[in-house]
């Protein structure tokens, strides 16, 4: 049996790994924060590249693809720490795509495969936690409809997003649900965050008496399968992106180690520094093995499925970490520098590691689905 990717998919990886290095001045880290135009370049060339085509069913002009055959693509994206909201449209096409109503397919998924319409979810709020049970945001009927009230902070690029997820909590027994608003709607305002990752962009939303319909509901009702889907699908891509900061960061260290003279000698000679690139090269590859699996297995929508994510999402979390961490000290002083960018990977990290479900929420999800499993068994 062959557990390697495909020729097809490595050949998309490389294309998209092609462009990306050939773009990387772009991403300067004298200038973090990417332009409008830079963004924009980024994004129609990985349009033409087929990126956001790729989760796109075939009956929408899309690519029919999974998160197994995009895995290593949003690997190189983590490796070029790319703009916050390609993940996020692409992690909201599949939704799309797998709960949409006939109505939300038709007038969205053409559009996102031609790279013009960009998406970014809003999960978490300020007195929440990671459990969306915990969510204060509602949906409640009034007599001419329904509205939203909330607020949602660390919201991914809001202010460059065409269309927002929500999650909220409807009123009376329906439970969960996840609504799609234009950003321009009515009631709606945002406020940028102040993170400590640089290059990117987090916005507070506030919905104020927000009107929405059943066609804001994404599949026209309230569903918490929904809500769920896009937990695990988004903290996979995180877990995958991590793994490309990690091998990125990894790859830089060993090409100083390798050019560092001290004693007369390449520091990468050095028996404790062998030791030290042995262990990050470990991290790295044990990283890939798990967030690969996790793919596979959202893509499939396999029984162990939210097991798998929170593994990987744990896991990869504490690596990255680890990663960065040793890369910055194998560097010497250099490595706290400014020029040298290496602490944008480990703010990108950081603040991945602690979205859509930090390691302690994760590794208590993993131990209830152990349980579950054993009482089945």
């Not at 969960?176 to 406020?191: D, F, T």
Request: charged share 25%.
């Amino acid at each position: 049996m062959d557990f390697d990717f495909s020729e097809e998919q490595y050949s998309f990886r490389n294309s998209v790994r092609a462009f990306l290095n050939s773009r990387e001045d772009v991403f300067t880290f004298s200038s973090p924060r990417l332009t409008q135009l830079e963004k924009n370049e980024i994004w129609s060339t990985l349009t033409d590249l087929g990126t956001f085509s790729a989760l796109v069913p075939e009956k929408y002009g899309g690519l029919g693809l999974t998160f197994v055959d995009v895995a290593l693509v949003l690997e190189e994206f983590g490796r070029q720490l790319v703009p916050e909201l390609v993940i996020e449209t692409l992690v909201g096409t599949d939704l799309i795509a797998r709960f949409g109503s006939e109505e939300q397919k038709v007038m969205l998924l053409p559009r996102i495969a031609e790279g013009r319409l960009k998406l970014t979810s809003a999960l978490s709020e300020a007195t929440a936690g990671f459990e969306p049970s915990e969510m204060s945001t509602g949906i409640r009927r009034i007599k001419l409809g329904e509205q939203l009230t909330g607020a949602k902070i660390l919201v991914p690029d809001a202010s460059g997003a065409d269309f927002v997820f929500v999650a909220a909590r409807c009123d009376g027994d329906r439970g969960l649900a996840l609504v799609l608003l234009e950003r321009q709607r009515p009631g709606i305002s945002l406020r940028e965050n102040q993170t400590f990752d640089l290059m990117s962009a987090y916005h507070a939303v506030t919905f104020n008496d927000v009107a929405i319909g059943d066609r804001d509901f994404l599949g026209g009702a309230p569903s918490a399968a929904a809500l769920e889907r896009l937990m695990d699908a988004s903290a996979l891509c995180a877990a995958v992106f991590m793994t490309g900061i990690a091998g990125k960061v990894m790859d830089k260290t060993v090409e100083y180690v390798k050019q560092r003279k001290q004693f007369g000698k390449v520091i990468g000679s050095f028996q404790a520094i062998k030791h030290k690139c042995a262990d990050l090269a470990v991290s790295v590859d044990s990283c890939r093995s798990a967030a690969y699996y996790a793919a596979w297995a959202v893509a499939h929508g396999t029984p162990d499925q939210r097991k798998s994510v929170s593994i990987a999402k744990a896991f990869c979390g504490d690596m990255s970490r680890f990663v960065c961490n040793e890369g910055i000290q194998l560097h010497g002083g250099m490595g706290f520098t400014w020029d040298l960018g290496l602490h944008y990977y480990l703010r990108r990290a950081k603040l991945l590691e602690y979205s859509y479900g930090d390691a302690s929420f994760h590794r208590k999800r993993i131990i209830a689905e152990a349980l579950l499993d054993l009482s089945a068994g």
